[in-house]
């Protein structure tokens, strides 16, 4: 399994600003919105591509399109805010979503919501900003690899290592991009120095 972490300068900047807690919901959903897009590059960057011919105005010559079609899957909810970037990058992409929410004393993520499109043969995109623990992320990509994609990547925000070490061990084929790998947890489980709460700053809840 591979870990991307995104060394563009963009990215470092974007997510800085999602750390400051002086940050509004506002600035905070314009700074997510626009750093998703950058992740959604950056993890899509490698997806293989399949010739086509097509005719320009001036000759006919070999093109390139997507092997295989996408699927996004935002997490709820915080994943929610990754979702329109895929979007706009990807208009035909399918979508499906895996609502998640973790216990608040025991950190164990519980499924209340799951609804997927057909993901034979597609390459699964499945998104949430926060990898803590990773009990979340690996839930949600059972349900996923239930439905027999071809591939399945993780794109995330801020990652922790715990989270990434639990990635490895569930789903060691599963890459991983994201923005930031932080130093770990804190004893609630929640990312350090992280950005806190990623649903509640988004929505303005907590
Ligand atoms: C947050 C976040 C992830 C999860 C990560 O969701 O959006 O889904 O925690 O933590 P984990 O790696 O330890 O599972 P939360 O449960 O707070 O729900 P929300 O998105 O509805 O706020
Ligand atoms: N979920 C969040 O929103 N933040 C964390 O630091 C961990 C899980």
Known sequence: ??????????????????????????TFRQAARILSSLLAVEA?????????TVVTPIKEMTGAVLAQPLAVIPILRAGL???????ELF???????????????????SSYYCKLPTLAGKAALVVDPMLATGGSASQAIDLVKAEGPALVRLVSVVAAPEGVARMQRDHPDVEIYCAALDEGLNDRSYIVPGLGDYGDRLYGTG
Do not use: I, Q, W
């Open 1 to 26: 399994m591979g870990l991307h972490v995104s060394t563009h300068p963009l990215a470092h900047h974007l997510t800085t600003t999602l750390r400051d807690k002086e940050t509004g919901p506002h």
């Open 44 to 52: 899509t960057a490698s997806l293989p591509t399949k010739p086509v």
């Open 81 to 87: 805010s990754m979702l329109e970037p895929f979007l």
């Open 91 to 109: 208009p035909e992409v399918a979508v499906g979503y895996v609502g998640l929410e973790r216990d608040h004393e025991t950190a164990e993520a």
